[in-house]
């Protein structure tokens, strides 16, 4: 596997470097899915059109990672399906499904995989988890009532990414998610409990958002019901997340001996 990229994404899919040789994963895209920087979709897709254009020549294989994010399904007052529609509702949403196109408009063999809310080691402090637990840490967090986040531990996505190439997955679209969307308030609350802290909430109201289908993934995968996806599966991973962090040390009283 070549695997074109050196973050956070990038870094965890190395274990699986020596398989599936005639596969490319493409994971330089941009990591913020508030990003706006027209640039950084410009470096993306002149890197995304090299790589295709090394499939193309090569006969390989090209996995592209676009999002599951309210960002490019809208609302859609459903599941968000991966032959459904979509509306995208941000500039990165926007920017995804426009590399979408070129890929499928491309002619290489290629896997689109519309990932959730990876969470894992060495994970950039812009993204999700790592940002909101920094909020939460100095003592003010902004909560988007009516968000929904699909966590899913990065070690269980790389395993499912390695089981979907081995069974050798048609080209077309498929949601990478757990399948259980939280809202954010749940997830700052439990991020909470685990610090033992309480945080001001700065709360802004946000058009509610829908959950991710993954039924063709579990299809695909059947191995995937093994990896304990379920309504509380989000605090395991924000556990593990935790677990990784060094937490803040005690004041120390230099009166005790």
């Known amino acids: 596997m070549q695997i074109v ?8 899919l190395r274990p699986l470097v020596a398989r599936h040789p005639d596969t490319v994963v493409f994971a330089a895209g941009v990591s913020s899915g508030t990003s706006q920087a027209d640039a950084g979709f410009a470096r993306e897709a002149d890197l995304l059109y090299e790589a295709l254009a090394g499939c193309r020549r090569d006969g390989r294989r090209l996995v592209y990672f676009s999002t599951s994010s309210a960002g490019l399904y809208g609302v859609l007052r459903r599941p968000c399906r991966e032959d459904g529609p979509v509306r995208p509702s941000s500039p990165y949403g926007r920017h995804k499904l426009a590399m979408e196109e070129v890929i499928r408009s491309s002619g290489a063999e ?37 968000a929904r986040r699909d966590l899913i531990d990065v070690g269980h996505a790389v395993a499912l990414i390695d089981a979907l190439l081995g069974v050798g997955t048609p080209g077309g679209v498929v949601n990478l998610a757990s399948g259980w969307s939280v809202p954010v308030e749940d997830i700052v609350g439990h991020i909470e409990r685990r610090l033992g802290v309480r945080a001001d909430r700065q709360v802004v109201e946000v058009p509610p958002e829908d959950p991710v289908c993954t039924e063709r993934l579990r299809r695909l995968v059947p191995a995937a019901a093994g990896l304990g996806f379920g309504p509380h599966y989000y605090r395991r991973v924000i556990d593990a997340c935790l677990a990784r962090t060094r937490l803040p040390e005690e004041p120390r009283d230099d009166r005790t001996p």
């Open 110 to 146: 290629h896997v689109i995989l519309r990932l959730a809310y990876p969470v894992g080691r060495a994970q950039r402090p812009h993204q999700f988890l790592p940002s909101l637990v920094r909020q939460v840490r100095l003592g003010r967090v902004r909560v988007h009532r009516g």
């Open 5 to 12: 990229g050196r973050g956070f994404l990038a870094q965890s």
